[in-house]
């Protein structure tokens, strides 16, 4: 079975810094994807970056970017330039397939971040 | 216009009723999918449905029902509703692996 694992229950960064956000995952599988995804408050969940394991350039969105170490099974996230809007739950996910068209991520349990003015 | 749209958004019930949620994706997506998030936050899938069909049902209470009358609308029926049963649903749907899941703004189900 796939787990995540997130590390950081909570986390906070004074806005405009860097910080990272850690993810180790244990899978038996070659090929697959990994995801982060964010919850505000509001309780919407976002796709933040997304990873394909095939690649080993690391994936960046904008102010955000991963580093992802496959042989470590190793998945973190970079948020640089922090807003105060970052202020989220941020969950790492992996897909598996479960057939049929059909993927099924499994969640991390998430960690909290808090940007301070 | 939302891709994934949940109704209703807050559900507030007696315990031993029968409640039912609507989901619907207008992205064209072959599967969906429901997952619900307890009161720590942690994600859980439920069930998948690919162009009607059941793909994933994962140990959940039999009072839990989905059912999928096109590839674009999956809903959630729960008998005899339980003070566990409270938590957040998400509906979600996926065209292949690559770009993950769409979610909906999900359903807080309350059980009193």
């Known amino acids: 079975a796939q787990t995540v694992t997130q590390s950081q229950p909570e986390m906070s960064v004074q806005e405009a810094e860097t910080v990272t956000l850690s993810c180790t995952y244990d899978?038996?599988?070659?090929?697959?994807?990994l995801f982060w995804y964010k919850q505000p408050p509001s309780r919407q969940m976002i796709l933040v970056i997304r990873?394909?394991?095939?690649?080993?350039q690391n994936a960046t969105e904008n102010r955000f970017s991963v580093n992802f170490q496959k042989a470590a099974k190793s998945f973190s996230l970079k948020i640089s330039d922090s807003q105060l809007g970052d202020t989220a739950m941020y969950f790492c996910?992996?897909?598996?397939?479960?057939?049929?068209?059909?993927?099924?991520?499994?969640f991390g349990k998430g960690t909290k971040l808090s940007v301070i003015p | 216009d939302t891709a994934v749209s949940q109704t209703p958004k807050y559900l507030v019930t007696q315990m031993g009723n029968d409640k039912s949620i609507k989901c619907e994706q207008n992205?064209?997506?072959?599967?969906m999918y429901w997952y619900k998030q307890d009161s720590k936050k942690f994600l859980k899938i439920m069930f998948s449905?690919?162009?009607?069909?059941?793909?994933i049902n994962e140990t959940v209470p039999n009072r839990f029902s989905p059912k999928s009358p096109d590839k674009a609308h999956l809903n959630l029926h729960i008998n005899s509703l339980e003070l566990g049963d409270s938590a957040v649903y998400f509906c979600?749907?996926?065209?292949?692996?690559?770009?993950?899941?769409?979610f909906g703004s999900g359903t807080r189900l309350t059980v009193v």
């Open positions: 979600a749907s996926s065209q292949g692996s690559n770009y993950g899941y769409t």
């Open positions: 899978t038996s599988e070659n090929n697959y994807y």
């Open positions: 990873q394909e394991a095939y690649k080993q």
């Open positions: 996910a992996f897909s598996t397939f479960s057939g049929a068209g059909s993927y099924q991520l499994t």
């Open positions: 992205l064209g997506h072959d599967t």
């Open positions: 449905y690919n162009n009607k069909e059941l793909i």
